[in-house]
Structures are given as structure tokens and as C-alpha cells.
């Protein structure tokens, strides 16, 4: 399991969520919880889709779909009727159609996207795959590296080019802060190691 700070990248829809640590979420229906961002804010029409309404409260992208989360770097991700995932913009407009089974919101440019054989991999804003959907999980770019899972279970970092530049072989990462970051070993001891890779603190 990784252990990143979920919340802070990848906002939660109108609906509570239970949060994964690979950057995504299952939505808890029947609750109640209005979440903003950008200016724009989130809210459940009278027809149960999901839509925007700016800070004034105009609605500026009607209520059409079953989910959606709250904007991140003047993107965000919705659900259609398929239970798929794609990309809006502010306007409404679709950059990507929804064919992800699960999605993270952007980050430093790039968002997690989950295939239909449930291999992660990273779109950019226009919603090309330029990191192949290979990995079994994977969490959000921080400080230009982001975890990722391989078929072991072991964790390790890719940059954004896809190259794996930290081996996987820790059992939970971090995300990267000022250079560093927090992993566990197969004890569960924690250590602090650099964008190298290399153990600094034990």
C-alpha cells in the first residue's frame, strides 16, 4: 500500500469518498458534502447528475453527469452514464471522452488513468497516454516523480517520461517533499530516501 497525501491531489466529488491510496476513490452515496475549487463548485441537479455553478452561483456546466470531481489545474474529471471517466475543462467542453475505469485529477500536468485490464498509467492535458498503462497502481507526480506498483507489489518512482528511476522494492511510499521522501521496507521500518534513491535517514 502507498501512502500519499490523496486528498491534496485528487479532490472528492459532491459525495463522500473512500479514498485509495493510487489517487483514486470510490464514491459513499447519501451523503452530502459540496466541495469547490477554482471557482467553481460542484452540486447535484434535480435530475441526480452533477454539474457547476461559479461563485455567484450561475450554473455554468449543467448537471449531466453521474459523478465528477472538483478542478485541478483547470481540469476536471467526469463520469457518464458507461461508468467511464474523461475530462472537461471549464467551459464544459470535453478534452478526453470518458473511457477510463478510474482516474486521478492532474498533477504537475499529469493524471493516473486506470485501463480496462486495471493497469494505470498517465494522460497529459490533452489526453494523450504518454506513460503506457502498465503498472498496478499508481499515485499522482510530485516533485516530477510519482509511485508506482509493480506486478510484485513492490513500490518504486517513475519521472515523467516513464522511466522507472527508483527500483521497486519498497512495501509503501511517499509522495516526494523538498527532495525527499518517506518509504517502508519489508519490516515496515521507515526510511527517508532521495530522488536517487538512496536511503539518507533510516
Known sequence: MVMVAVASVFAPATASAQWFDDGSFDILKNANVVM??????????????????????????????????????????????????????????????????????????????????????????KGKLVIPCKWNRAASFSEQLAAVQDDHGKWGYINKK???????????????????AKVTDDNGKFHIINKAGKVVKK
Do not use: M
Not at 463520469?79 to 475543462?89: A, C, L, N, V
Open 36 to 125: 469547490s475549487s477554482e471557482g467553481l463548485e460542484i452540486f447535484k441537479g434535480d435530475n441526480g447528475l452533477y454539474g457547476y455553478k461559479d461563485e455567484s452561483g450561475k450554473i455554468v456546466i449543467a448537471c449531466q453527469w453521474k459523478d465528477a470531481t472538483v478542478f485541478r489545474e483547470g481540469l476536471a474529471l467526469v463520469k457518464d452514464d458507461s461508468g467511464k471517466w474523461g475530462i472537461i475543462d471549464k467551459k464544459g467542453k470535453q478534452v478526453t471522452p470518458c473511457k477510463w475505469n478510474r482516474a486521478a485529477s492532474f498533477s504537475e500536468q499529469l493524471a493516473a488513468v486506470q485501463d480496462d485490464h486495471d493497469k494505470w498509467g498517465f494522460i497529459d492535458k
Open 162 to 180: 516513464g522511466k522507472l528511476v527508483i527500483p521497486c522494492k519498497w512495501n509503501s511510499t511517499y509522495s516526494f517533499k523538498k527532495g525527499k
